[in-house]
């Protein structure tokens, strides 16, 4: 008899026997198998944010630095050599870029991917460069992304294609924009300039990204100073630290979906094959160069405005539009592009030709998408929906002697039987579905509108460009009484309904909008929610620009806030004449007779939450007559969509005033 036994956890294989004769004999037989091959992938990329001449670039393995490294020449190249199994395919590789010399405060990363996928991009080679994989770019930007990463995440763990991908769109290219030219000055400028050095007790950016609430303090110091602005400027015009590999198509539309706090709309663009476009109501020509396309606008584009100068009482007509744009491809997810942006605004003065046209050019980093997604919902349902324009962002007004009403959003009741009406304007429309837009045609109103185009609309169809749980973003195109059609802009709603509602013994705190006028952090709009009811609404504004606050800049209204029916009612109350006092939160009388009264009313209809954010139907009423008399303007009423933040602190410090 012979028996068998596979040991293929040692490797081993034993074999035993019964022989003839009543002999037996027993052998044991060890084989070893040749060992696994080691395969090779060399790693061909720059380490830059100037670029970092003789820096140090260790590959990390999940996480974790490995010995393999190498030293960047004079131009911030590298090369580097990783020698694997097949069992290591699964890893996840990250290269790391620490500076020496005069750039020793440089720490940069950039999260590659999955071993397997970069072996797979090298091709036939195994040598992986740039334009296989871009990520072997090692900058300030894909620094900028890890921080965030970091912050999301709530831990350093971030090295996994999982998490890379749960996080993918999570990040506006502003906020990466703003932290990497944060970085950028701390490597670059902090040299010539102390007040810019990184915090006590961090020797270089990569160990700050890994403390977010120090790197969000760090960014505000540096936000404000004129190296930030040369920093963003370098960012911006860099081609090393964008794909060049990238590329628009033939013919296709383009959405900006970034959005904070009060925004009310965002560009939209159509590009048609045969090189023209539209562009709200107003028609382009564009010319497409790979990663790069040009807009160009036409001079009778321009629109009408008046302004006044200097000490002169006289106003000078201007003609003032886009003369060009510039769109430039930096970077690719699958739901959405990150967008370098160059806005060239004209004016013109007819009236005084002796006077040269004025230009001026901005940059911004944008996140844009080319993608629409069905929407759907059931019926009766209340949805929130803005009313487009044609490009002034003011909705639909109604004068009348007392109220001037500014209507930037509805809720629409949605019925079963094809027809919607709007709360608030009293419109009634029938919709329908067409593809992937919800068609809005008009039926009726019981008020009467005017707008910057002919109103009514006869047709407005809504197209949902974002996946946000959160917040829906629609782009709206309409056509008007006066045959104009638009290809309107993005705006945010709501296309489903949701059950959220305030949560009273929550409510007390500090809640913030987004404010960044003029890209200051010391420009804020917030309110803070005391436990016993008050309500203290303050505005702040750097006015002079020199980086801090004085109280001529600081305006704190005081009033109460309740709560009722999912409305959060917050009031600001004045003296007659204008002037604010702490003891007058309420209309009435205070102990010197003298005469408190209500100036701001402002509802806040939850529509969603997540986490510290709300989304709201916002209404503000301001009795210019309770506070000024017949001398005042007429009382204002409007309606809106916007964010709200609730934060652990004020966004600006106020002790010192």
């Known amino acids: 008899m012979k028996r068998a036994i596979f040991v293929l956890s040692a490797l081993t294989l034993s074999l035993m026997g019964c022989g003839g004769g009543g002999g037996s004999s027993s052998k044991n037989v060890v084989q070893t198998p040749p060992a696994e091959e080691k395969q090779t992938l060399t790693i061909n990329g720059i380490a830059t944010d ?158 700050l990204m890994r403390y977010s609430e120090v790197m969000n303090e760090y960014v505000n110091s540096v936000l404000l100073s004129d190296e930030f602005s040369e920093a963003q400027k370098e960012t911006l015009d860099d081609p090393s630290i964008y794909d060049s590999t990238l590329t628009f198509p033939t013919s296709f539309e383009l959405y900006f979906v970034d959005f904070d706090g009060n925004d009310q709309a965002n560009h939209a663009f159509k590009f048609n094959a045969d090189n023209t476009g539209k ?62 942006v160059q806005y060239t605004i004209e004016s013109q003065f007819p009236d005084h030709p002796e006077r040269d046209s004025e230009l001026q050019e901005t940059s911004a980093l944008v996140t844009a998408t080319m993608q629409t997604y069905l929407i759907s919902f059931a019926t009766p349902s209340t949805l929130h929906i803005p009313l487009a324009d044609a490009g002034e962002h003011k909705g639909l007004r109604l004068n009348t002697d007392e109220v001037d009403y500014d209507v930037l959003a509805d809720r629409f009741t949605f019925n079963a039987d094809g027809t919607a009406v709007g709360e608030v304007t009293g419109i009634t429309v029938s919709w329908t579905f067409d593809e992937d837009a919800l068609v809005l045609d008009f039926i009726s109103s019981t008020n009467s509108w005017i707008s910057d185009y002919g109103f009514p609309f006869t047709s407005m169809a809504i197209r949902k460009v974002s996946n946000d749980n959160f917040v829906d973003k629609v782009q709206i195109s309409f056509n008007d009484a006066n045959g104009e059609d638009v290809f309107g802009n993005v705006y945010q709603a709501s296309l489903n309904e949701k059950q959220v509602t305030w949560k009273p013994d929550e409510i007390p705190g500090i809640y913030a909008f987004e404010f960044d006028y003029d890209g200051s952090p010391l420009n804020q709009h917030y309110f803070v929610l005391h436990e016993n009811g008050d309500a203290d609404t303050i505005y702040t504004q750097d006015r002079n620009k020199d980086g801090a606050l004085v109280k001529e800049e600081v305006t704190r209204d005081y009033g109460r806030w309740t709560l009722q029916d999912n409305q959060l009612m917050i009031t600001q109350t004045m003296l007659r004449g204008g002037e604010r006092s702490e003891a007058c939160r309420t209309p009435g009388f205070l102990a010197d007779q003298q005469a408190c009264l209500l100036y701001h009313e402002r509802e806040l209809e939850l529509i969603n939450q997540q986490d510290n954010a709300f989304f709201l139907l916002n209404n503000d009423h301001v009795y210019f007559e309770n506070i000024y008399g017949d001398i005042g303007s007429t009382d204002g009423i409007r309606w809106d969509l916007r964010r709200l933040h609730k934060t652990p602190e004020a966004p600006v410090d106020l002790t010192h005033l």
């Open 279 to 340: 562009y709200q109501n107003v028609a382009f020509t564009w010319e497409h160069n790979g990663s790069t396309i040009d807009i160009a606008f036409a001079e009778q584009t321009y629109k009408e405005n008046f302004i006044f100068e200097d000490s002169s009482q006289k106003s000078i007509r201007r003609l003032t539009g886009f003369k060009n744009i510039n769109l430039r491809i930096v970077s690719e997810t699958e739901e959405t592009l990150g967008l370098a």
């Open 50 to 207: 100037a670029p970092l001449a003789g820096a140090d670039v260790t590959l990390m393995l999940d996480g974790v630095d490995t010995d393999i490294l190498t030293t960047t020449d004079n131009d911030g190249n590298y090369s580097i050599k990783l020698e694997f199994l097949k069992s290591d395919l699964d890893k996840f590789v990250s290269l790391k870029a620490m500076g020496t010399g005069p750039q020793a405060t440089a720490g940069l990363i950039s999260l590659v991917g999955e071993l397997e996928e970069l072996v797979e991009d090298a091709g036939a080679d195994e040598i992986l460069v740039a334009s296989e994989n871009f990520a072997v770019t090692v900058s300030h930007i894909t620094t900028a992304k890890y921080g965030l990463l970091v912050e999301a995440h709530e831990s350093e763990e971030v090295h996994s294609k999982a998490i890379l991908k749960q996080y993918a769109d999570s990040f506006s290219q502003h906020n990466i924009l703003t932290l990497a030219t944060a970085i950028k000055v701390a490597i670059d400028k902090a040299g010539n300039n102390p007040e810019l050095a990184l915090p006590p007790g961090f020797d270089h950016t990569l160990e």
